[in-house]
Nanobody, 122 residues
Framework: VQLQASGGGLVQAGGSLRLSCAAS????????MGWFRQAPGKEREFVAA???????DYKESVQGRFGISRDSAKNTVDLQMNSLKAEDTAVYYC?????????????????WGQGTQVTVSS
């Protein structure tokens, strides 16, 4: 099983980026998928998650600025990031579960992408 994340880059504060994650090796149509991020010197933290039903959850600091979506037919999950701030700078990881545990905890996610760097300049 592989998760391939893409779409990171350098953007000015206030700008937008769209991250994409393509899964291969199995389907995740009935599993929770999400995005996490890790800034230098900090622990990996939850950003957003989406259930197979379309229910979403967001870290409070990105609520209203970020949008997570999925295409079960294509086995992909995207993260649209708007009004980016310098504090959003981090490596972003897509993740997927074997199950359907509605959780923000990293240990509930079994599969991880390689990470894509997002840098927001102020």
């Amino acid at each position: 099983v592989q998760l391939q994340a893409s779409g990171g880059g350098l953007v000015q504060a206030g700008g937008s980026l769209r991250l994409s994650c393509a899964a291969s090796g199995r389907t995740f149509s009935r599993n929770v998928m999400g995005w996490f991020r890790q800034a230098p010197g900090k622990e990996r933290e939850f950003v957003a998650a989406i259930r197979w039903s379309g229910t979403t959850d967001y870290k409070e600091s990105v609520q209203g600025r970020f949008g997570i979506s999925r295409d079960s037919a294509k086995n992909t999950v995207d993260l649209q990031m708007n009004s980016l701030k310098a504090e959003d700078t981090a490596v972003y990881y897509c993740a997927a579960q074997r199950g359907d545990v509605w959780s923000r905890r990293t240990y509930n996610y079994n599969y991880w992408g390689q990470g894509t760097q997002v840098t927001v300049s102020s």
